[in-house]
């Protein structure tokens, strides 16, 4: 029985599933006909984090641009259909994720807030027998401003605390995330700050996370419930946002 966890809101890509990768692939696919690429060293340095039409705005005006509203859209479109057909050929759940959420979702109530489509991320857990362990699946759609703004915490924690059989503090709730600006969301959200390292490396994530992790594989429900145990740590340093 936890002592002092009562809720965990999980960021999806990058921390539950392995699916960044692909969704490199679908963009640049949709831009090859185009004449135009994407680096992974461009997409993990400056477009992790947003929604597909996020993108597609920082993507046109990074490069300057003029596409209009209907050519964006139609990117955006052209993107969420490769993307489906890359993610429907195999498993896409990190090692160690399911599991991790089946023992979570035993004790407290869990959510996701998410930078990805509600409908994609509800396909991912579907095929992985994992959607039901939910409580609340807060995508992109969702919310009016994607991270590092706390629109999707906000709104998933707003849920678990309507859902739950006992009040839910945001201090006893556990955000995890994989990047700066996810983790900058969730501080903004008033949330604890749990980092796994499968995008970025544990130095580059740990100044704005209170614990770091290797991934869902190593952390125990133990620590998270030290961590909220204790007071949180607000002079931890902020971390750069992307501008």
């Not at 699946?137 to 309507?162: M, N, Q």
Request: hydrophobic content about 45%; overall charge negative.
């Amino acid at each position: 029985m936890m002592r002092a966890l009562q809720a965990i809101v999980f960021d999806f890509d990058g921390v539950i599933s392995d699916s960044e990768a692909l969704h490199l692939r679908a963009y640049q696919e949709v831009l090859a006909p185009r004449g135009l690429s994407l680096s992974p060293g461009e997409y993990y340095q400056e477009y992790i984090g947003y929604h597909d039409k996020g993108v597609v705005e920082r993507y046109a005006s990074n490069r300057q641009l003029r596409w209009d509203e209907a050519t964006m859209n139609q990117l955006v479109d052209e993107k969420s259909r490769r993307y489906e057909e890359l993610s429907g050929q195999g498993d896409m759940v990190f090692p160690g994720a399911a599991a991790f959420i089946r023992s979570a979702a035993a004790v407290v109530p869990i959510g996701i807030a998410s930078g990805a489509a509600s409908q994609e991320i509800e396909d991912i857990l579907g095929r992985a027998q994992l959607k039901h362990h939910f409580a609340a699946i807060v995508g992109a759609d969702r919310v009016e401003r994607s991270k590092p703004a706390p629109d999707a915490y906000l709104e998933a924690f707003a849920i678990l605390s309507a859902t739950a059989e006992a009040p839910i503090e945001r201090e006893r709730t556990v955000a995890i995330e994989d990047s700066f600006w996810g983790l900058e969301a969730a501080r903004a959200a008033g949330l604890r700050l749990v980092g796994v390292a499968n995008t970025y490396s544990a130095d580059s994530i740990e100044p704005a996370a209170e614990i770091v992790v290797s991934g869902l594989d190593s952390l125990t429900l133990s620590a998270l419930d030290g961590l909220c145990a204790e007071p949180m740590r607000t002079n931890r340093p902020v971390p750069r946002v992307r501008s």
